[in-house]
């Protein structure tokens, strides 16, 4: 029992104003809304500490919690949503009704060990789309479009936290730390609709087992095996979850190209989150900027997103694309990290402008052409990588998403607590000194695994 290749059930033949719509439901009404949610909370940080009596390294938990839960999230529901008779649809809504619920009770928490508890639980169950997302999308669009969805995904990924603290900055100010979750909760309530109404499934597996259970009723499947009923037994699910918690960390201890993938990666969206803890010291204390104008500051990531992705997409559309469609296929894996070559020096350069030019005598927007530079740069770099891990294994491929989710999200939940005693103490211009000098380590490994990454794959047991 087979899907045609001209099944209109099939997603891969969709027109392109459904596969339009639910690319806008996943990426920019679900993924950004999950992400905005971690940094709607940070302007809440000086009124929390006033309220509870803590310091600001407990106070930043908030924002470190939920970036941790949603790192942990699609270990779980990403081998979930591959299971036929379950699906992505029924993870998507479960989990989101769920998290909209306890952003209510985040909202009215009146102690904070609770309300801490509640934003891990809140990145948890808000994670599926994170990682999944991804995965809707290849079920729609054929292998030349991917690196286009990609990049849809990269500027949610940066963008949703860069906007948050725009969107709750004023009316914390106004009316209280707990209007960031009331105002996340109208977000995610007016998101959600959509998605109950408007949102189809996209899994293979799961519409053709779904096809097979209503040929089944009507009696026309009588004695016939399908085999797309197989993968509901119980061993395939265990399996299927070992594949999701095991083997992509297996991947990444012996096959040192996806260790530095993750390595990478998590090293600056570590540090792209401690931009969270080290902006008030900077903008507030140094160019004398309140709440909300602090907050209107991450606009600038917005405009090095979109720098970034029409930088990668213009090199794909005029340079890549063609020769697939001259071949047939990609060639190369590594052909896709070509604009990072350049990107990587943009990342470090962008630290070090940002460290110091951030000083009185020198005007605020200076500074933060270093945070364009390290973002846009940024967006290019991690952009190519996101491309690179399922072209090299691509049977794994949403497994490695979850795993590089997981290491990006421990490393910025770390970088948010670790950001502002580091920046105390070194000083600003010091501290990105610090990190800009370790990112130097990254270009050496950028180009290497560039000039050597398919001889690496070569030596694997996992590649195809």
């Known amino acids: 029992f087979r899907e045609s290749n001209t099944d209109p059930e099939n997603p891969n033949n969709w027109s392109t104003s459904r596969k339009s719509i639910v690319t806008f439901l996943i990426w920019y009404m679900y993924t950004f809304t999950i992400y905005c949610g971690s940094s709607i909370y940070v302007p809440s940080v000086g009124q929390i500490i006033e309220s509870f009596g803590v310091s600001e390294t407990v106070a930043s938990l908030g924002l470190a919690l939920y970036v941790l839960g949603y790192g942990l999230g699609p270990l779980l529901f990403s081998p979930l949503s591959e299971v036929p008779y379950i699906g992505r649809n029924p993870i998507y809504i479960t989990t989101f009704m769920i998290f909209i619920l306890l952003t209510v009770a985040a909202a009215l928490c009146p102690d904070l060990p609770g309300f ?32 286009y969805s990609l990049a ?13 603290p725009l969107f709750s900055g004023f009316t914390v100010t106004a009316k209280g730390w707990r209007w960031s979750m009331w105002e996340l909760l109208f977000i995610s309530g007016f998101m959600f609709l959509p998605l109950c109404f408007f949102l189809p499934e996209t899994s293979t597996p799961t519409l053709l087992y779904q096809k097979a259970q209503r040929l089944r009723a009507k ?29 992509p960390f297996e991947i990444t201890v012996k096959d040192p190209a996806i260790a530095f993938v993750n390595l990478y990666t998590s090293f600056t969206y570590g540090i792209y989150y401690s931009f969270f803890e080290v902006f008030p010291l900077v903008y507030t204390k140094i160019y004398s900027m309140n709440l909300g104008e602090t907050s209107a500051v991450f606009v600038c990531v917005l405009v090095a997103c979109i720098l970034g992705a029409a930088w990668y997409c213009s090199w ?19 052909r896709f990290l070509r604009p990072g070559l350049a990107g990587v020096f943009g990342v470090t350069a962008g630290m070090f402008l940002f460290g110091w030019a951030a000083r009185i005598s020198v005007h605020w927007v200076v500074p933060t052409i270093g945070i364009v530079m390290y973002c846009g740069c940024g967006f290019v770099v991690g952009l190519g990588m996101f491309i690179y891990l399922p072209l090299s294994y691509p049977q794994y491929a949403a497994s490695l998403f979850a795993a590089n989710d997981a290491f990006r999200s421990t490393f910025a939940a770390a970088a ?24 130097v380590l990254g270009i050496a490994g950028f180009w290497y695994l560039f000039i050597y990454g398919e001889r690496l794959r070569q030596r694997s047991s996992f590649t195809v």
């Open 219 to 247: 009696g026309h499947l009588d004695g016939i095996a399908i085999d797309v009923d197989a993968p509901t037994d119980r061993v395939t699910r265990t399996e299927a979850v070992k594949l999701a918690l095991v083997k």
């Open 316 to 334: 794909y559309r005029f340079f890549a694309e063609p020769r697939f469609q001259k071949l047939g296929t990609f060639d190369s894996q590594e």
């Open 152 to 164: 849809a995904w990269s500027a949610a990924m940066y963008c949703g936290p860069a906007l948050g």
């Open 116 to 147: 801490l508890v509640l934003r891990f639980l809140q990145g948890f169950f808000g994670s599926p789309c994170l990682a999944t997302g991804a995965a809707t999308l290849t079920d729609m669009f054929s292998v030349i479009y991917i690196p």
């Open 416 to 439: 948010i607590l670790f950001g502002r005693p580091l920046y105390l103490s070194l000083g600003v211009a010091e501290g990105c000194s610090l990190l800009g000098g370790l990112s």
